[in-house]
């Protein structure tokens, strides 16, 4: 999309306290951007709410708010990822992404330019996942009180299948698929941030994934749990669902499939892959029986996608006092390595990575 | 309510930037203080989305990002007020409010003790409004890059009837009536902000409308519009409904209640009190034989509820060459005073309050 900005941005080319007032700043602000870019019949009757026709009751809600620094990064920017970020949040529940909001708090001084650019990319990326962006908001603070844009997305997706993909429903038995290489949208941002050079640039993996689930389930495999990578990465993803189920997990380190300038930016950071956000990742917890043919299906859309191993039964526990003081009564999370060594992929405890997303 | 922090504050008395990390912290502080706070079923699921089934297909759906300062005032505080603005939105498309998603934006150093009762807050405001709090996010930001916390809320609503309730609809001959008195909320916090002392303490009107509201559609009252008078107060809603509407709407002055401090409040800091932002009040546009009833239902609610004016055909147009070059060629709200002149309310061009919701 390459819509010329209907705001004059030589009239007001910063974004002024004024523009969230409730005046005609505003007014122009929304009329002229968010409605141009936008554009659907639902956002365009402004009233307080949205009034839409779902095609189900059955539905699901969640929200992300963005504030990733740098705004713009190679493969992606704030926008397209407030966009995927919550079509994924959707998708991991099994759902169709349908409708999304999108509120702006926005730092008094930020260029009208770049918010423009900001808006385009989530205009881009939501026609492209079939969403629409029906109802907004827009507040503008006080220079120095927030830090050029933060834009929360709320969405709404219908469930139009009678399966529960839900973290309480992962089994003992159950294969872990992954449906491409890690870390690469973390370390795409902290190389910009970090200033450093590879010989070839790494790109975000900013993307909707939701096509992908909607494919297997119409293709009719059983999935019982799916999670996205975001924050605190694989790590984190499997010791939510090993909590929530109540299970051990057992991952091989070699089936992980991890790009060779990734895994450099993280020694040279001194971080750990598994550790990092990725923005268009997600684990999908499948029967075995329909493990063949889930994989057969991730790996239509990335030839990355792979088996990285499978739920076992509760590890039974050693009595405390045997263990000594640092012992973590309940190990859900193993990785098994290249010359077969087993430790414990524990929850990252501390921020490793601020403002990813 | 009155719950005990589940989070150790000795331990966490300020939130660092590892609380919206991804990691254990993250966990902690979601498991111990939202879930504790916000309990219900669908949240506790913990998943990427939550699931829920609707009583309807016919949704309403909106968005509002909170800003206020200071976060806690006369009457009310950033948290319950996250609540009411979104089920106000909602009622404001003639929608029972469901379903809320809350995602903080919390600039690192936030005293933990300041978010716990920001979280109470709004789950004591959720419980009064019956709507559920099913799905959330947590961001930290760095210190200096936000301004303590910043909330957002999106809603669902159900719509229940047939009737559709919007901008569009209003028709010449509609009443206009009012919830109540104008201006409390932004002189709350002006108060506050300015240091102003009265002889009473002004209160912001703070508080959920949708009771009022399906109090209105069970009668049987035929709703036009509705419009709640946030930012920009009356003034930017009567606004905003006459462009929609292409129709001009006449108001008496006189009929406006203003509490006497809040008219003192408006004088010392020379504010116009019809633009300034309410945060418990809307419009209603009525048919003329509906009106009478649904006044008699507002007033039940509310004693200083009132008929404020009504809707006119689109004035005719002077032809501009006759008007001058400030003449305005569409005058479409009008004001009348007491001694019966007429002047033109008109859409607030600047940002009389920033940070006021």
Redesign the interface.
């Known amino acids: 999309m390459d819509l010329f900005c209907p705001i004059p941005i030589s009239q007001y080319p910063h974004v ?3 523009h ?8 122009d602000l929304i009329g002229g951007m968010f409605l141009a870019a936008f554009q659907n019949p639902l956002l365009e ?23 990733v620094r740098p705004l713009f990064f190679p493969g992606g920017d704030i926008g397209s990822m407030a966009v995927h970020g919550t079509v ?3 998708a ?2 099994g ?1 169709r992404p349908v ?1 999304l ?5 926005i730092e008094e001084g930020l260029p009208m330019e770049t918010l423009w650019r900001i808006v385009r990319s989530m205009a881009g990326a939501a026609k492209k996942c079939g969403v629409q962006i ?4 827009t ?4 220079r ?4 050029g844009v ?1 834009i ?1 997305t ?4 219908v ?1 139009e299948h009678a399966q ?1 993909v ?3 429903n992962v089994c003992p038995g159950d294969r872990i698929l992954l449906n491409g290489d890690l870390g690469r949208h973390g370390m795409a941002i902290m190389a910009v941030r970090e200033g450093l050079q590879f010989e070839s640039r790494i790109e975000s993996d900013s993307a909707p994934v939701h096509e992908t689930v909607l494919e297997l389930l119409r293709a009719g495999v059983q999935i019982h749990c ?3 990578l ?4 694989l790590t ?1 993803a499997l010791n ?1 669902i090993s909590a ?1 189920a109540g299970l051990t997990l057992l991952v091989e380190e070699t089936a992980i499939p991890v790009r060779e300038d990734v895994h450099a930016a993280c020694e040279i950071l001194g971080l750990d892959v598994f ?1 990092v ?1 990725c923005e268009g990742r997600f684990a999908a917890f499948i029967p075995e029986r329909d493990a063949p043919h889930a994989l057969a299906i991730m790996q239509k859309v990335s030839k990355d996608a792979c088996l990285i191993g499978q739920v076992l039964p509760p590890l039974p526990r050693r009595s405390e006092a045997k263990a000594g003081p640092n012992f973590n009564p309940s190990p859900n999370v193993i990785l098994k390595s290249a010359i077969g060594a087993r430790r414990i992929l524990d ?9 990813i997303c």
């Open positions: 002024l306290l004024a969230g007032g409730g005046g005609k700043l505003m007014r009757t402004q009233h307080d709410s949205a009034v839409a026709e779902l095609a189900e009751k059955k539905i699901a809600f969640t929200t992300d708010s963005y504030v994924n949040d959707l991991m529940a759902a409708y909001s999108s509120a702006f708090v029906i109802t907004g908001d507040k503008v603070v006080d120095g009180k927030g830090d933060f929360n709320a969405g709404i997706g469930v529960t839900a973290p309480q799916l999670r996205d975001t924050r605190g990465g984190s939510e929530a550790q956000a929850m990252p405890t501390g921020e490793q990575l601020p403002r």
